[in-house]
T-cell receptor, first 112, second 119 residues
């Protein structure tokens, strides 16, 4: 039982490049989230999904896109990477609202 | 907009002493859950305690307890008998459970409080 798996763990991008951060969960959870955490700061919600085919913007969606075609996967797409997107990205999931959220190990992204 | 405010960027406590971390939140919804998560240097997020908004009784988990004041929208965490392993960043969070609300399912975090435990 892997839980929540994020790939890659580390990545360096050049300004203007694009990439997709992968998130996969094997718990059959409906709710999935993408957060970014800047150094010494809290988690800011980028996008979230309450089920396959349903996504919604969080606090800081600009520069990102998501899709949720299946329950298991919730990829986060960065288009035209900028230095302001340097951060640690976390994917999280839970089965029912109000229950414990399970987090991936995070992806440390640096844009240079 | 939903917000969670942790007004203490850093706190410190002596081992075996008690410390309280503050959290206030702002929502117009009536149905929600509140959480405290711990993030040690490993970056792993660990659930410490959770509280259902419709329950007046404060939640407790061993050395961790909360003071939930719904009218004041306050949700503080008390750590008793602090241990060196409690040193971490602590996040307050809440999730809307009102299925009719526009923010249903949204899980919002505060800025975090770094807790240092001195031996």
């Amino acid at each position: 039982n892997a839980g929540v798996t994020q790939t890659p763990k580390f990545r360096i991008l050049k300004i203007g490049q694009s990439m997709t951060l992968q998130c996969a969960q094997d718990m059959n959870h409906n709710y999935m989230y993408w957060y970014r955490q800047d150094p010494g700061m809290g988690l800011k919600l980028i996008y979230y999904s309450v089920g396959a085919g349903i996504t919604d913007k969080g606090e800081v969606p600009n520069g990102y896109n998501v899709s949720r075609s299946t329950t298991e996967y919730f990829p986060l797409r960065l288009e035209l990477a900028a230095p302001s997107q340097t951060s640690v990205y976390f994917c999280a999931t839970f089965g029912r609202v109000g229950t414990e959220a399970f987090f991936g190990q995070g992806t440390r992204l640096t844009v240079v | 907009a939903q917000t969670v405010t942790q007004s203490q960027p850093e706190m410190s406590v002596q081992e075996a002493e008690t410390v309280t971390l503050s959290c206030t939140y702002d929502t117009s919804e009536s149905d929600y859950y509140l959480f405290w998560y711990k993030q040690p240097p490993s970056r792993q997020m660990i659930l410490v305690i959770r509280q259902e908004a419709y329950k007046q009784q404060n939640a407790t988990e061993n050395r961790f307890s909360v003071n939930f004041q719904k009218a004041a929208k306050s949700f503080s965490l008390k750590i008793s008998d602090s241990q060196l392993g409690d040193a971490a960043m602590y996040f307050c969070a809440y999730a809307i459970t009102n299925a009719g609300g526009t923010s249903y399912g949204k899980l919002t975090f505060g800025q975090g409080t770094i807790l240092t435990v001195h031996p």
